[in-house]
């Protein structure tokens, strides 16, 4: 019984994530972070994601939903947040195409959207510095704690990973899974030392 | 001979999308190309220009990107039954994949060589979501309405605690009645430039 009631708050959460969820799978990941409280997931449970999300192909949001909802309700979980978070894309699609001529032209979809994109660009940045704080900051140790004592609350070979990787993938244009693949090298190298 | 036909067509839709839906990392933003091979030349289930209004709308719309284009091209080939086959085939071998990749993680030992290469790949991976809103914002941000847009939403969330959804409503509504009370409406919507699919506007 408990089940089910974990399956159905999964769906809702996810199916809310799903119908809000413009920009894609990176900018539905802040809207993941904040349902994802009531699900007691922890920020190092979501920089463990965002790194499955690089690593598992396939769709963030789907590789997501699977993910929260496996930790919180095991398999039945996970195809409840699965199927939460598509649905929305399988309705409005479907009501899209019926009126396909006229989304076009509609001029209050496109004020809408005019405000939205800036937005999903700063949700990203929002989820970039969330997941960050959880791959960075040293357990135990705060945000707060980093211009007082910044060697004892980030580590500085992980800060210098998310430097660089930030620097070569959005300068230089490396592929992203080349420098996770490399990222992957160097962290097992060093943990010999 | 009909029904025969229709078959086929799911088959195709089922193996485009589970091909893009296995092979494609980093997220279903990745997966178009792949998709439009495979639905334009190879398979023929439109034309180039169908599918790139698809890609387009499939990127504005809300919802699961990658999916969105599967429920298009799907319906667009063989309708309803066509929208699920894609559909499933496009979020299938996500799903599996990471539910076998999340019970691995629990059998990562504490320290080691596996620890430190997984630790080192989630401060990569962090950097590529930083990296995906440059990217989005190269496209998106071309106004300083936009910039206020963007600050705002990041400072609401990042450190406001106001929920994602309730930001993406405001600021779709700051767009709209900006548009419509202050300044000139942008005629060119951002995402028409990139492939002109929209068509109908050139008039000569």
């Not at chain 1, 769906?11 to 809207?31: H, N, Q």
Request: charged share 10%; aromatic share 12%.
């Amino acid at each position: 019984m408990t089940l089910l009631l974990q399956c159905l708050e999964l769906f809702y959460s996810f199916f809310k994530i799903g119908i809000m969820g413009f920009g894609g799978g990176y900018a539905m990941m802040s809207m993941i972070i904040a349902e994802s409280e009531k699900y007691s997931i922890t920020a190092a449970q979501f920089a463990d994601l965002n790194a499955l999300d690089m690593i598992v192909p396939g769709p963030i949001a789907i590789n997501s939903a699977t993910y929260v909802g496996y930790i919180y309700a095991g398999i039945p979980g996970a195809v409840a947040a699965t199927v939460g978070v598509s649905l929305p894309s399988l309705i409005i699609i479907a009501l899209v195409m019926r009126f396909i001529a006229r989304y076009r032209e509609n001029k209050i979809m496109k004020g809408f959207l005019s405000g939205v994109k800036p937005a999903a660009v700063g949700l990203i940045g929002a989820a970039a510095l969330t997941i960050a704080a959880g791959v960075l900051i040293k357990e135990g140790a705060e945000w707060s704690g980093f211009f007082a004592d910044p060697l004892g609350t980030a580590s500085v070979f992980l800060f210098a990973i998310f430097v660089i990787t930030a620097v070569l993938n959005i300068k230089f244009k490396v592929n992203p899974i080349l420098l996770t693949l490399a990222a992957g090298v160097i962290g097992a190298v060093v943990s010999f030392f | 001979m009909k029904i025969k036909e229709k078959i086929k067509v799911l088959l195709h839709l089922f193996i485009i999308f589970f091909k893009a839906g296995t092979f494609t990392f980093a997220g279903g933003l990745a997966m178009l190309p792949v998709i439009e091979r495979d639905v334009v030349e190879k398979y023929r289930l439109m034309s180039k220009d169908e599918f790139l209004e698809y890609a387009t709308l499939s990127q504005t719309l809300p919802g699961v990107i990658a999916l969105n284009c599967a429920s298009f091209v799907g319906r667009h080939a063989a309708g309803a039954i066509g929208m699920i086959v894609a559909g499933f085939g496009a979020t299938i071998s996500a799903f599996v994949l990471m539910i076998v990749a999340t019970i691995l993680l629990r059998f990562v030992p504490e320290g080691g060589p596996v620890a430190g290469a997984f630790s080192a790949i989630r401060a990569a991976s962090a950097a590529l979501v930083l990296s995906a809103a440059f990217t989005l914002g190269q496209h998106n941000i071309k106004s300083i309405f936009s910039v206020i847009l963007m600050l705002a939403a990041f400072t609401a969330v990042a450190f406001l605690n106001i929920s994602a959804p309730i930001v993406v409503l405001l600021a779709g509504a700051a767009g709209y009645f900006y548009g419509k009370f202050g300044g000139r409406t942008t005629s060119a919507p951002v995402d028409t430039g990139a492939d002109g699919s929209s068509g109908g506007e050139d008039m000569e």
